[in-house]
């Protein structure tokens, strides 16, 4: 059974910084290029950032330069580190795999003062 779990939301000031994780169980990870979504209220869900099997990452233009994404195939586990934090980055986070129908739960990111 495929489980992908996120953690790491939460609230944050503008300008702040959080780090999303999101642990994969019933796959070979390392096999896997990952995705992190996120969907803001009334909006549709976005890509945000998409890492290959080698970790090379691509990023959406809204948060390049800001937000890293990582994975570690040791621990099954993908990360997504976000800096400079604004409030239009308030949305749900969702972990993804790559051409599959496989989504974590989400995690709540608020950007506010």
């Known amino acids: 059974q495929v489980q992908l779990v996120e953690s790491g939301g939460g609230l944050v000031q503008p300008g702040g910084s959080l780090r999303l994780s999101c642990a994969a169980s019933?796959?070979?990870?390392?096999?896997?290029?990952m995705e992190w979504y996120r969907q803001a209220p009334g909006n549709e869900r976005e890509l945000v950032a998409l890492?290959?099997?080698?970790?090379?990452?691509n990023y959406a233009d809204s948060v390049k330069g800001r937000f890293t994404m990582s994975r570690d195939n040791a621990k099954n586990t993908v990360y997504l580190q976000m800096n400079s934090l604004r409030p239009e980055d308030t949305a749900v986070y969702y972990c993804?795999?790559?051409?599959?129908?496989?989504w974590g739960q989400g995690t709540q990111v608020t950007v506010s003062s």
């Open positions: 890492i290959s099997t080698g970790g090379s990452t």
């Open positions: 019933g796959i070979i990870f390392s096999r896997h290029k």
């Open positions: 993804h795999i790559w051409c599959t129908n496989y």
